[in-house]
C-alpha cells in the first residue's frame, strides 16, 4: 500500500484542529465538569514537616454548614498502594497512618455542598502534632542516602587512566534549585460512584493509568473504572502520576454518595502535585591539549520523598553527549521530610545538562578553544556507551546552521569585549540531546459509511497538539483530507495509551495509528480482492495506493473506488482496525534508538554598572526526526525555550529551612518569564525521518527547554567573565 501526495497532509502548519473548540470555549475541562449533584471537597492539610498526628477533631467541620463528609486517617478504609510505573513510580495511598512526612502533607477531606462552605469548614478542623525535627538538606547527615537507585550508574573505560593523560581537567561543582510545575489550569479531580461504575475527569497525563491505579487501590475491576481527560489544562509533568488528592476525591465520592469535586488551591500545587527537585552535581572533565575529551565524571545527589521512589537519573545523558573513552556517572538521592519530587518538563535533562554543557565551555576556555568548535571536535558519531550507530544524528547540523542564522562568526573570544552602549554582550551556545523513551500504545482505527475516518486512543493532549498531529497522520495514510478524520483522545475505555510525557507519545501513538491505518487499508484490499464488481480485483495491497478517499491501482488513479463505495456494496455501516506499537531495541535495530538532538545559541545583555541580565536573541536549532506539523512542533520548541528561560533567571521554590514551608507558593512570589522577558526566538528543525519509528518522528516536548540555561551561563561569562554555577542566575552573583 501506497500513499499519494505524500506530506500533504503532514508536515505543513495546520491549525489546531482542537482550537475552534478551545477558543469557543467549548472544550471541557476538569475544572468546568458539574455534574449533578455535585458536591465539591477541600483538603485537610499538615502544618509541620515531620512528626505524628496526636489528634485530629473533625467535630468542628461536621456541625459546619453544608458539610456531608470528613475523612481523616481516624475513619478512612484500608487502601493498597497503586502500581508503580516504570520510571514514574507512584506515592503511598493517603490516610492510612498517622505519620506526617512534609508540610502540606494531606491530612484529610471535607465534603461540603458548596467549594466555600468546604474551604471553611476544613480550616475548622483542629490538628494536634507531636512534632519531630524535618530533615531538609542533602548534606544533612540524617538524611538516608540512596545508591544507584535505579541501576544506571555507568563506568565505561579507564576514567581514572583519562585523567591522568589529561592537560587540562576542570572540577567544579553545580547547583539547581528546586522548580515547581505551574500548568494555568488547578488540577482538578471530579469522581462519580454510580452502580458500581467509578467514572473519574482527572487532570491527568495519562487515563490508562489512573483507571489502574484507581482499580488497585480501591479494590475493583478495571472494566468497572472509566477515567476521562479529553482536555488537560497544561500539565508539564504534574499530571503522570496519580497524586493522593485524586485518590482522596474518589474516596470522599464514595463516603459522600455523591459526585464529588476537588480543584487544588494555586498554594496546594506546589505540595500536592511534584516538583522539579533540586540538585547537586560534581562534573570533572578532562581534556588533552589538542582539544580531545578523554575523561568525564559526573556525580549528582537529589532529594526523593521520605516514601517515595521518584526517578531523575540526572547525570544519565552525560554517558552518551559527547565521544569520549572514559565515561563514569553515578546518581544518589537522600531522603528529606519534603513533599514528593515528580517529573517536570526535561525532568533530569534540565538540571544535568547546565552541569555538563557549562563544564564543556568551562574546558574550552581553558583550552582557549572555540565552545562551539570544542563541541564539533568531541561529537559522538555513534553511541559511545553501545558503539552502535544511531537511528538518527542531525546535531553537526545543528551546530552549524544554528552558528550561521545566530551569527555566531561575531563572537569574540574574550570575555567581556564585546560591548553595545552601556550592554555587556555575552554569546553562549550548548548541546542538547534527549535520550529516546517510548511506551508500548494502542489505537483503532475505523472508516465510516461516509467515508470519514475515526481515529480513538486512550492518550490525552496536555497542549501539545496531539489531536492535530494524529489527525493529520491518520488522514495521510488512508488519503483523506484532513476534515475527514477525527482523533478521539482521553478516555481509558479507549485504546491503551501511555503518558503524553518523556517526549514519547507522538512516537507512540503515532506508530500505533500508522500500523492501524495500515491494517484497515489491507482489511479494505482483501474485501475487494475477490468482488468482480470492483475495479480493484485481484489487487494485492502492495498494488493499491490510497488518495482522495479512494484506493486505486498503483500508477492509475482511474481504476479505483471510495471507501463508501465499498463499505456500501458489503453492507458495512464501518470498518474499524488496530494497531499496536512497541518500542524498538537496539538489539534488533543494530542501531541506537535516538531521541532529539539539538542546540541553542544564546544572546545576552549584561547592564555593565547596575549587572541588569537580560535575554536578548535565543536561537533554537532541533533534530526531531519527521516533523508532523511545523506550526505546533515550533510552538513546542517555543514554550520550552520560555521555561528554559525560567529556569535559568528566576525559578525558585524556596523552602523554609526551619520549619519545611514553601515561602513562595503563590503566583505573587515564585517568578516564571512575562513577555517582556521572553526575547526574539528563532526555531529551525534539520535532519530526516527516523529509522527507529515508523512514522519517522522523535518527540520534542523536552528539547525545547534542555540547554537553554547553560546557553545562558555560557552567554553570561563570556559577557562578563563571570561563571555562574548555580541557579537561577541572579543580579548579586553579577555584582563585581
Known amino acids: 500500500m501506497t500513499t499519494a501526495e505524500t506530506g500533504r497532509a503532514v508536515g505543513p502548519g495546520l491549525d489546531r484542529v482542537d482550537a475552534p473548540l478551545k477558543v469557543t470555549g467549548a472544550a471541557l475541562y476538569p475544572n468546568d465538569v458539574s455534574w449533578p449533584g455535585m458536591a465539591h471537597a477541600a483538603l485537610v492539610r499538615s502544618t509541620v514537616a515531620a512528626g505524628r498526628v496526636l489528634d485530629i477533631d473533625v467535630a468542628p467541620a461536621r456541625r459546619a454548614p453544608g458539610v456531608l463528609a470528613a475523612v481523616t486517617h481516624l475513619n478512612a478504609p484500608r487502601l493498597a498502594r497503586g502500581p508503580r510505573p516504570p520510571m514514574i513510580g507512584a506515592p503511598p495511598a493517603p490516610l492510612q497512618d498517622d505519620r506526617v512526612l512534609h508540610h502540606g502533607q494531606h491530612l484529610g477531606i471535607v465534603v461540603a455542598e458548596s467549594p466555600e462552605q468546604a474551604r471553611h469548614a476544613a480550616r475548622l478542623v483542629r490538628v494536634e502534632y507531636e512534632p519531630a525535627e524535618a530533615v531538609l538538606d542533602l548534606d544533612d547527615a540524617r538524611a538516608e542516602l540512596l545508591v544507584d537507585p535505579w541501576g544506571l550508574d555507568t563506568e565505561h573505560g579507564d576514567v581514572d587512566a583519562g585523567f ?14 528546586d522548580n515547581t510545575n505551574n500548568p494555568l489550569g488547578l488540577m482538578t479531580t471530579v469522581a462519580s460512584w454510580q452502580g458500581g461504575l467509578l467514572t473519574v475527569q482527572d487532570s491527568t497525563q495519562w487515563p490508562s493509568n489512573v483507571r489502574t491505579t484507581l482499580a488497585a487501590v480501591f479494590g475493583v475491576p478495571e472494566s468497572r473504572v472509566r477515567v476521562l481527560a479529553p482536555f488537560v489544562g497544561g500539565g508539564f509533568g504534574a499530571g503522570l502520576r496519580v497524586w493522593s488528592h485524586v485518590l482522596l476525591t474518589v474516596l470522599a465520592a464514595r463516603e459522600a454518595g455523591r459526585p464529588v469535586k476537588l480543584v487544588l488551591t494555586r498554594p496546594e500545587m ?94 574550552a576556555h581553558a583550552l582557549g578553544m572555540d565552545p562551539l568548535a570544542f563541541r564539533l571536535h568531541n561529537h559522538a558519531d555513534d553511541h559511545p556507551l553501545l558503539g552502535l550507530p544511531w537511528s538518527s544524528k542531525a546535531l553537526k547540523e545543528c551546530y552549524r546552521l544554528g552558528a550561521e542564522r545566530f551569527g555566531w562568526s561575531r563572537r569574540t573570544p574574550e570575555p567581556g569585549s564585546l560591548r553595545d552602549g552601556r550592554d ?41 497538539g496531539t489531536y492535530t498531529v494524529m489527525t493529520q497522520l491518520a488522514a495521510e495514510l488512508l488519503g483523506l483530507d484532513v476534515g475527514r478524520v477525527r482523533f478521539d483522545p482521553g478516555d481509558s475505555d479507549l485504546p491503551y495509551a501511555p503518558p503524553a510525557g518523556g517526549s514519547g507519545l507522538t512516537g507512540a501513538l503515532g506508530n500505533a495509528v500508522h500500523a492501524a491505518c495500515r491494517r484497515l487499508v489491507r482489511d479494505f484490499c482483501d474485501l475487494v480482492r475477490d468482488d468482480a464488481a470492483s475495479p480493484l480485483l485481484g489487487a494485492a495491497p502492495e498494488e493499491v495506493a490510497v488518495a482522495g478517499g479512494r484506493l486505486h491501482r498503483v500508477g492509475d488513479p482511474g481504476r479505483g473506488e471510495s471507501y463508501a463505495d465499498i463499505l456500501a456494496r458489503h453492507g458495512l455501516a464501518e470498518l474499524g482496525a488496530d494497531g499496536r506499537s512497541a518500542p524498538p531495541r537496539a538489539e534488533d535495530l543494530g542501531m541506537a534508538p535516538a531521541g532529539a538532538f539539538g542546540a541553542k545559541f544564546v544572546e545576552v545583555r549584561v547592564d555593565a554598572e547596575l549587572r541588569l541580565l537580560r535575554v536578548a536573541r535565543v536561537v533554537s536549532v532541533v533534530d526531531g526526526g519527521r516533523i508532523l506539523n511545523e506550526k505546533t512542533a515550533t510552538s ?51 535532519g530526516g525521518p527516523d529509522r527507529a519509528s515508523a512514522t519517522g518522528t522523535k518527540g520534542i516536548g523536552e528539547i525545547g527547554l534542555v540547554g537553554v540555561a547553560a546557553a545562558v551561563g555560557n552567554a553570561v561569562f563570556h559577557a562578563t567573565g563571570r561563571r555562574v554555577r548555580s541557579l537561577p542566575i541572579t543580579v548579586e552573583q553579577l555584582l563585581p
Open 164 to 177: 591522568a593523560r589529561s592537560d587540562v581537567v576542570v572540577e567544579e561543582t553545580y547547583t539547581t534549585p
Open 424 to 464: 555587556l554582550v555575552g554569546y553562549g551556545v550548548a548541546g542538547v540531546c534527549y535520550p529516546f523513551i517510548q511506551f508500548p500504545c494502542q489505537a483503532r482505527v475505523s472508516v465510516l459509511g461516509d467515508g470519514s475516518a475515526h481515529v480513538r486512543s486512550a492518550a490525552t493532549d496536555i497542549g501539545t
Open 636 to 686: 513546542q520548541i517555543v514554550g520550552g525555550t520560555v521555561g528554559g528561560i525560567g529556569q535559568a533567571l528566576f525559578e525558585d521554590t524556596v523552602t523554609d529551612p526551619v520549619t519545611g514551608r514553601i515561602a513562595n507558593a503563590t503566583f505573587g512570589d515564585y517568578l516564571v518569564p512575562v513577555h517582556a522577558d521572553v526575547p526574539d526566538m528563532e526555531v529551525l528543525f534539520v
Open 270 to 363: 506546589f505540595t500536592s502535585v511534584g516538583h522539579r527537585p533540586r540538585t547537586v552535581q560534581r562534573v570533572r572533565v578532562g581534556a588533552t591539549r589538542d582539544g580531545t575529551l578523554v575523561a568525564v565524571e559526573h556525580d549528582s545527589v537529589a532529594p526523593v520523598a521520605m516514601d517515595d521512589d521518584n526517578v531523575e537519573p540526572v547525570s544519565h545523558s552525560s554517558t552518551f553527549s559527547y565521544a569520549c573513552r572514559g565515561i563514569r556517572t553515578r546518581d544518589r538521592q537522600a531522603r528529606l521530610t519534603v513533599p514528593s519530587p515528580g517529573s517536570m518538563r526535561a525532568p533530569a535533562e534540565a538540571q544535568g545538562n547546565f552541569a555538563l554543557e557549562t563544564a564543556i565551555d568551562e574546558v
